[in-house]
């Protein structure tokens, strides 16, 4: 019983953070900035007291040997983590939400007119499908004085024609300069010429849809004549791939809800909001003062709020789902996506908004710089140097971490377990640590290629629009990018396999403390997100996306004879329906859809609870099936991790 006193006493700290956990979270409101900043304020503390061990305890002496070298070098990195988790915290330490000071100035013009508004559209190569809803939900948009604009970069006919026949303007340029910024300057200018020119431009990308409440709810934040802009969050009706590969939809949201979720509203409250592009408004007036979009960088967004607030204009963040849009569906795209975001940020600090650069950006923006550009350079390069690590114990005998069982306990568990649970209590349970490493692999190298890139290279770089649309119907493996984490999943059960007193490897039985178990440990976890990153690069097919869970009663009209059932999922294209039965594929009948009516529809296939139907629609019903599908004032997709309801969703996949 001696013996175990130490390991005993050891987990002190993590039983009071699970008692904290179970009794008294629960009782928190984590909207209160006390609470925030006490819970974040001690996992900062701890995060510390971590570092401050490492550094004193747990590494070789600074010399030329391999343990010194691979051991000090990934302390440093650990510790630049922490630096950006610890700047992190503060910013999340308090939130702001303006939905009360929306509706205060929701007439904020009045008596006079409402001021005009332009909703633009920015596209380049979407396919029809993709620019037919969001032209849709554009002209459904609830305001008086609305226009609503094509901006073609890709300048094609059958785009004019689209736009000729939904009656909204269609613009396109000879000089493709500047992507999307190039796209929206001439935009602007083209409509300062026009007698009606617009006092606020609302931009959305080509693949998100406004609700019907998008411009009235902005706009009422723009009673502030400092407001220069309002960005909303940007919500996303179909899974990212992530989610989609692993089958885990409902029970887990797309990786970009933390940010807008939290992040943002905690930006706001400090004043840094940014804006991220679509689903913003802007002041004209602002963006002229400043000399329209700059294009200094492959995120323009970015930078313009950074433009502003020197020439003394703010942004502002409404935290309300006004629209939704098209995550990536592909690896690919989703890659690419987060590696022209990580681009854009080295851009801008090497070019022109050092941190500690002389410019007129105030300290918290300047803060907000740091707290983005710690995240890219360390998150992602940490994220492979775990994965690394263990491999130089079991292949070279390098101890990376020479510590106790005990001391491991004592002091990095309760470290990581408070940061984990103060940001799912925050963010309502969106930190899975086996599902954010992943996340984080996938493209780590990627992302640490881009920000190397951008910050030691200057001049313009090649970039690619995040593709969107194109056939998903069938399974695709990403060997390109499976091979790398097949690899290091091989060499990672290799180094648990092989006999460690073998001539292959060293011996490290006697040169690390409990290093072996530690390391064992480590290496577990690490074949863990290997399998599940695996997994991720196997892209399952998209049936007649994008498709929504809309369970409401129907009736399917075959012959004249009334089936009665539930709509289960509804698309532009077709719908699946539960509970008639006798019925085979290929019969035809009108299937009456609440709110549009009766839609002729066939049978394409039976499925175990029902069938999957194909429509044939008219052009009225297509767009109001669409308006259905996306222009409701409510947030698509899941808001929040449940761990069970992943489980089971998981189990499902395994046993279907």
């Given at each position: ?50 570092v ?14 391999a ?7 990934f ?5 630049l ?21 929306a ?35 554009a ?147 602002a ?5 329209g ?5 492959v ?114 568990v ?61 399974v ?46 480590w ?109 409701d ?24």
């Open positions: 019983m001696l013996l175990l006193s130490p390991l005993l006493a050891a987990f002190a700290g993590t039983a009071l953070i699970i008692g904290l956990r179970l009794t008294v979270l629960p009782l928190l409101n984590s909207t209160k900035w006390y609470w925030r900043a006490l819970l974040l304020g001690t996992a900062g503390i701890l995060s510390w007291r971590y401050a061990w490492r550094f004193a305890e747990t590494l070789a002496p600074l010399d030329w040997t343990d010194a070298l691979f051991g000090w070098a302390a440093l990195l650990e510790a983590t922490v630096l950006s988790s610890s700047i992190a915290f503060f910013i999340l330490s308090q939130v702001k939400e303006r939905t009360t000071e509706d205060s100035y929701s007439e904020w013009w009045l008596p006079g007119d409402p001021p005009r508004v332009d909703v633009f559209i920015t596209t380049y190569n979407e396919p029809s499908e993709v620019l037919e809803r969001t032209i849709v939900g002209t459904a948009i609830r305001y008086p004085r609305l226009r609503v604009f094509m901006l073609d970069d890709g300048g094609r006919d059958w785009v004019r024609q689209l736009c000729e026949l939904h009656q909204i303007g269609y613009f396109a340029r000879s000089d493709k300069t500047h992507a999307k910024a190039g796209n929206i300057n001439h935009a602007l200018r083209e409509r300062a010429r026009n007698l009606d020119p617009p006092a606020f431009v609302a931009v959305l990308d080509a693949d998100f849809v406004a609700h019907v409440d998008f411009i009235e709810r902005a706009l009422a934040l723009f009673h502030d004549s400092i407001v220069a802009l309002v960005q909303t969050p940007q919500h996303f009706f179909n899974p990212d791939p992530i989610q989609h590969n692993l089958g885990i939809t409902t029970a887990y949201p797309d990786e970009q809800r933390h940010f807008f979720d939290n992040v943002e509203p905690a930006r706001d409250a400090w004043g840094i909001a940014i804006c991220c592009g679509t689903s913003s408004v802007m002041r004209v007036h963006i002229e003062r400043i000399g979009i700059p294009t200094q960088s995120t323009e967004d970015f930078l313009l709020t950074l433009k502003l607030a020197e020439n003394g204009w703010q942004t502002v963040y409404l935290n309300e789902p006004l629209t939704e849009g098209l995550a990536p569906e592909g690896l690919k795209e989703y890659i690419v996506q987060r590696g022209r975001w990580c681009l854009g940020l080295m851009q801008i600090v090497r070019s022109s908004y050092n941190p500690f650069g002389l410019h007129g950006l105030g300290l918290m923006h300047r803060i907000g710089i740091i707290d983005s550009l710690l995240y890219w350079l360390g998150t992602f390069p940490f994220r492979l140097a775990s994965l690394i690590c263990p491999l130089l114990y079991w292949w070279c005998g390098i101890t990376i971490v020479n510590a106790s069982l005990v001391d491991i306990i004592k002091f990095f309760p470290y990581y377990l408070m940061v984990l649970v103060t940001l799912n209590w925050l963010s309502k349970g969106l930190f899975v640590p086996l599902l954010n490493d992943t996340a984080q692999l996938i493209a780590a190298w990627p992302i640490s290629r881009a920000a190397a890139l951008g910050l030691l290279t200057g001049g313009s770089h090649n970039f690619s629009v995040t593709a969107k649309g194109g056939n998903r119907t069938k695709v493996v990403q060997w390109a990018l499976m091979r790398p984490f097949l690899i290091l999943l091989g060499l990672t059960i290799g180094g648990l396999i092989v006999p460690l007193n073998s001539d292959f490897v060293f011996n490290t039985s006697a040169t690390a403390g409990d290093g072996t178990a530690i390391v064992m440990f290496t577990v976890y690490n074949i863990l997100v290997l399998l599940v990153a695996v997994a991720v690069c196997i892209e399952r097919p998209r049936y007649d996306r994008p498709q929504r869970q809309i369970p409401e009663p129907i009736t399917f009209v075959v012959q004249g004879e009334k089936h009665r059932g539930w709509l289960l999922n509804l698309s532009p294209g077709g719908a699946r329906i539960s509970g008639p039965s006798g019925l085979s594929a290929g019969a035809a009948g009108k299937l009456s859809l609440p709110g549009i009516g009766e839609v002729d529809a066939h049978i394409a296939a039976t499925t175990r609870d029902g069938y999957r139907l194909r429509f044939s629609p008219t052009a009225e019903q297509r767009a109001e099936i669409i308006k259905k599908l996306h222009t004032p409510a947030a698509p997709g899941a808001d929040r991790g449940n761990i069970l309801q992943m489980i089971r969703e998981l189990a499902r996949d395994l046993t279907s």
